[in-house]
């Protein structure tokens, strides 16, 4: 197994996710003791956070940029931002390093074009859904994504970054989640995307009538796919 770059810490608590889904996926391809080769580097997120809020995204991509040039150095074969909002400056961090960086939204398209999706609704932070980097990204690979409306969005990140950021999985959240989920559905969307590591430690396929694209547990497939050499070429 190739050695795994986890460039994460936005927010711990999703990265940890990662850790997890990458032990336990390399145990359940390779068996027996098997684990995920990995090197990992975190960041404050207390710092990051700001800048977002800052709108300074050039000091967040130098940061991000710094730690994956860490892992490179670390021997690892490419990285995976641990995070859907910071591939605002995916092509920053990409052009710091000399190994390939996993690139979350191209990994969640080919999920849901695999699935003969076209229209997805788009659940993920306030930068991830009203900014067009991620949208666009997406659009690359012919699907279209709906965001929830205006105050739909402040509850999603008010849940993100208010609860599930720091641990907190509450169930009248998650009932909030799923019902803005459903209006998308309403609107038009096939499937919902679960566009920000941590939504996934709140909503699941379960909750939902349509295709659920869990980002993080997707992320993690790819990259043991790559580092066991059994990515498409």
Known sequence: MELIGVLGGMSWESTAEYLR???????????????????????????????????????????????????????????????NTMHKVYDEVAAAVTIPVLHLGDVTAAAVTESDLTCVGLLATSYTMEQSFYRDRLAVHGVRSLVPSAPDRNEVQRIIYDELCVGRVEPASR????????????AGAEG??????????????????????????????????????????
Do not use: K, Y
């Open 175 to 186: 009932d909030r989640l799923i019902a803005i989920s459903r209006s998308l559905v309403a």
């Open 192 to 233: 919902i995307v679960l566009g920000c590591t941590e939504l996934e430690l709140s909503i699941a396929q379960e909750h939902l009538d349509v295709p659920v694209f869990p980002t993080t547990t997707l992320h993690c497939e790819a990259a043991l796919d790559r580092a066991l050499g059994l990515a498409a070429t």
């Open 21 to 83: 889904l990458l032990n336990e996926g390399a145990r359940a391809r390779l068996g027996g003791l098997h684990s995920a080769r990995l090197r990992v580097a975190t960041v404050d997120f207390a710092s990051i956070a700001q800048m977002q809020a800052d709108g300074d995204w050039a000091a967040a991509a130098a940061a991000l940029a710094e730690e994956a040039r860490s892992l490179e150095v670390a021997g690892a074969a490419f990285v995976l931002i641990a995070t």
